[in-house]
C-alpha cells in the first residue's frame, strides 16, 4: 500500500507513545506547542459518538490476511483514496476517503463503556480504570468536550454553544456516564441535551414553542420583569456577574422568541430526498439536524448512536454477540448518515469549516468470541476525522496485524481533544478553574499535526 503516513524520527514516536494523561513535563508540553502548526480552520465541530463502539475491524482497520477468527466475515474494498482499503460493509463512505483522516492507532487502555467513555468525552483518563456503571462525580468530574467549547466561545441566534443530541449516553439500567456535563465548571457551562426523535412527524423540542394562550406581547413583559427582578437581586450579591439561573432563563427568552433558533427543528423544510439520503431513522435525521444546528450557530454538536429497533443486540454497537449480523443490521444506517453528513456539508460549502468527528468509547477485540461477537477492546481502535481544515485522504497511525494493539502512531484521548480544540481556534494554553481554586490547562495533549 503506497504510504499515506507522516514519518517521525523513532525518538519523536517513543516520546509520544510515553505521554499519559499527566506525563508530559511543561517544558515538553510548550516545546511541542512552539511548532509550526497550521491555523484553525474549524468553526463549528460535529461530533458523531458511537456509543457502545464498532470494531475496527469491520470499519476503517480490516484485517484481511489475519487467521478466520481475527479478520471475521467482511472483505475490505478500496476506496477513493489509492491504496487505502476499508470494511466492505461502509460502500458509501469508501467512496469519500479524500474528504476523511483516520486515526488507527487510538488507545484508551480501557475496557468499560462509561469509564473509558468518559475519557473519549473530556481527554482525561477516568480513576480507576475500567470500571462500569461509575456515575459523574469528583474525581471524575473533567469537563466534556462540549463543555470546554461553551466556555470559551459563544453561541449564535440565541443558541448555547453546545448541544447534546437526541439522548444522554448511559448504561442499562439508565445510569448516566460521567462525562457529559461541565462538571466542576458548573451548571451554567452544560451542553444543552435535546431528548427527542427526530424522525418523529411531530417532532419538537420542549419550551421552543409559546402555549396558544400566551402572546408575544405578555412574553416580552415577562422577559422585562425577569431582567428587573435580576437586577435587584444582584444587588444583594458579592458580585453582580450574571447567575447560573439567570444565564438559562435568559437563553430560554433567546431561543422561544428567535425564528432562526425555532426554525432551525423544523425538518420539515429540507426536501425530501436529502432526508432519504441520511436515512429515515433517529440516528440519521439528527445527523441532519447537527447540520441544521451548526448553520444556525451552535458550535459544537455531540449525536449520540441510537439504538436501532429489531436489530440484533438491541441496535447497538455492543456486539458481544452476532457481530457479522449487527453489522449487517446497523452499518448501513450509519455509512447512510456520515457520507450523507459530509456531502451535504460540502454542498453547502460548509465542510471546510465543520470538523466532523467519528468515534467512540473504546473498539472490539481483535478475536471473536464463542458467541460469535466481538468484546471490549480499549487497547486500539479508530477514528476518522473530516472537514474543518483536516487534510483528506490520510491515515495515521496503524495498528498490529491482528487490530489488537497500536504498531506506530499512538493516540490518546488528550490528544484528539486538543486537536478539537486547535480546529476552533480555542489557544491549548487556555485555563479553567476547579472548585479548589486552581488553574487547569484545557488539555495536556498534542495536536495531531499530520492530518491537518
Known sequence: MPSHFDTPTRREWLRVGGLGAFGLTLPGLLEARAAPTKPPKAKSVIMLFLLGAPPQHESWDPKPDAPAEIRGDFKPIATRTPGLMICETMPKTAKLTE?????????????????????????IDHVPQSVENVKPAAPNDWPSIGAIVRRFRAG?????????????????????????????????????????DPNEPKFRIEGLSLPDNIPADRLEHRQGLLTTLERRFARYEASAAETPHAARSRQAFDLVSSPAATGAFDLSREEPRLRDRYGRTRFGQSCLLARRLVEAGVPFVRVNWSPVPKAVNMGTWDTHDKNTQAMKDIMPILDAAYSTLLEDLADRGMLDDTLVLWQAEFGRTPKINPAAGRDHWG?????????????????????????AFPKDGLVRPQDLTATIYHTLGIPLGSEITNTLGQPLPITRGEVVKSVL
Do not use: C, E
Open 156 to 196: 449564535a441566534n440565541g443558541f448555547p454553544a453546545s448541544a447534546t443530541l437526541p439522548h444522554g449516553a448511559a448504561n442499562t439500567g439508565n445510569i448516566p456516564w460521567p462525562g457529559q456535563d461541565a462538571g466542576f465548571l458548573g451548571r451554567a457551562h452544560d451542553p444543552w441535551l435535546l431528548n427527542g
Open 99 to 123: 474528504k476523511i483522516a483516520v486515526l488507527r492507532a487510538m488507545q484508551t487502555r480501557d475496557n468499560a463503556h462509561s469509564s473509558s467513555g468518559y475519557t473519549m468525552s473530556t481527554g
Open 379 to 403: 487497547q486500539v481502535f479508530s477514528v476518522a476525522l473530516a472537514g474543518g481544515g483536516v487534510k483528506g485522504g490520510r491515515v495515521h497511525g496503524a495498528s498490529d496485524a491482528h487490530g
